[in-house]
Nanobody, 121 residues
Framework: QVQLVESGGGLVQPGGSLRLSCAAS????????MGWYRQAPGKQRELVAA???????NYADSVKGRFTISRDNAKNTVYLQMNSLKPEDTAVYYC???????????????WGQGIQVTVSS
């Protein structure tokens, strides 16, 4: 069984920083693209940032220059460094892995349970 577990969320003041982590556990051979999504109340889930196994990145326009995604393939972990946070960044943040290979089979579109990020004074 493969699980994605997020950590690092919480309450932060505008202009502050947070670092989210998402660790994939289980019998994992490789993970293709990993990403962070977020969903604010009353809004659809949206892509925040994604990173391929080779390190290519993609960001939503709203976070470019403020957020940085990275990953440690040896630890099957993806990170999201969030700087200059704004109230509009408030949302539940979800980790995603588009394809996980276990060596025996592939698992598509895996999600973490989500973690709350609140930006407020």
């Amino acid at each position: 069984q493969v699980q994605l577990v997020e950590s690092g969320g919480g309450l932060v003041q505008p202009g502050g920083s947070l670092r989210l982590s998402c660790a994939a556990s289980g019998s994992i051979f490789s993970i293709n693209t990993m990403g962070w999504y977020r969903q604010a109340p009353g809004k659809q889930r949206e892509l925040v940032a994604a990173i391929t196994s080779g390190g290519s990145t993609n960001y939503a326009d709203s976070v470019k220059g403020r957020f940085t995604i990275s990953r440690d393939n040896a630890k099957n972990t993806v990170y999201l460094q969030m700087n200059s946070l704004k109230p509009e960044d408030t949302a539940v943040y979800y980790c995603n892995a588009d394809q996980i290979s276990t060596g025996w089979y592939r698992i598509f579109d895996s999600w973490g349970q989500g973690i709350q990020v609140t930006v407020s004074s």
